[in-house]
């Protein structure tokens, strides 16, 4: 069964300190990944999409890396604004359209 | 810039109402999707189309129904609402495989 499992639950940060967000994935073969950032109250917003191996995508403060079996994104010196729950999501070979989430990582980013 | 609405922001409904919950999208994209999302269970799939008048079940598609009888809009409707249908629901759009879902901001839905 297809599955992503995103880590840790949540997460504290201090503005300025760097950390990184796991997501670790099981499928028959992947067309793509997909990280989203979800604000309180609101719809998931895209940030990226990872398809091979090897591939990093940034934007701002924010850097996606995609390995074999995870995927991970990066967050450098963090600032409030970047508190929000970080979704994950993968597009298996078999499912056309479809995507499978994580259950999302909360992040804090105290000032 | 994509844009995804959703027709209402809150709905409280009443148990055995029917509820319809539409989603307009302006980028002529093939496929829309209608996700709930729960705490603890995150984004679950209702039911998905690619096509006008197409459409596929998704992971959870009992007690709902949908219709796309226009490219730009996506309907999902609850026949007789229940209490466990309680949730955030979110409507998406994508130009296709591969490509990213583009959501709306959500309909909280609570049945009374």
């Known amino acids: 069964e297809d599955q992503v499992t995103q880590s840790p639950e949540a997460l504290r940060l201090q503005e300025g300190e760097s950390s990184s967000l796991n997501c670790s994935y099981t499928?028959?073969?992947?067309?793509?990944l997909f990280w989203y950032r979800q604000d309180p109250g609101k719809g998931p917003e895209f940030l990226f999409t990872?398809?091979?191996a090897g591939e990093e995508k940034e934007k701002e403060r924010l850097k996606a890396t995609l390995t074999k079996k995870e995927s991970f994104l990066h967050i450098t010196a963090p600032k409030p604004e970047d508190s929000a729950t970080y979704l994950c999501?993968?597009?298996?070979?078999?499912?056309?359209?479809?995507?499978?989430f994580g259950a999302g990582t909360i992040l804090r980013v105290k000032s | 810039d994509v844009k995804v609405t959703q027709s209402s922001r809150y709905l409280v409904k009443r148990t055995g109402e029917k509820v319809f919950l539409e989603c307009v999208q302006d980028?002529?994209?093939?496929?829309m999707f209608w996700y709930r999302q729960d705490p603890g269970l995150g984004l679950r799939l209702i039911y998905f189309?690619?096509?006008?008048?197409?459409?596929e079940k998704g992971d959870i598609p009992e007690g709902y129904s949908v219709s796309r009888e226009k490219k730009e809009r996506f309907s999902l409707i609850l026949e007789s609402a229940s209490t466990n249908q309680t949730s955030m629901y979110l409507c998406?759009?994508?130009?296709?495989?591969?490509?990213?879902?583009?959501f709306g901001p959500g309909t909280r839905l609570t049945v009374l």
């Open positions: 499928v028959s073969g992947l067309r793509g």
């Open positions: 189309s690619y096509d006008v008048k197409m459409k």
């Open positions: 980028m002529d994209h093939e496929n």
């Open positions: 990872l398809y091979s």
């Open positions: 998406a759009s994508s130009p296709g495989p591969v490509k990213s879902q583009y």
């Open positions: 999501a993968v597009q298996p070979m078999e499912y056309g359209n479809k995507l499978v």
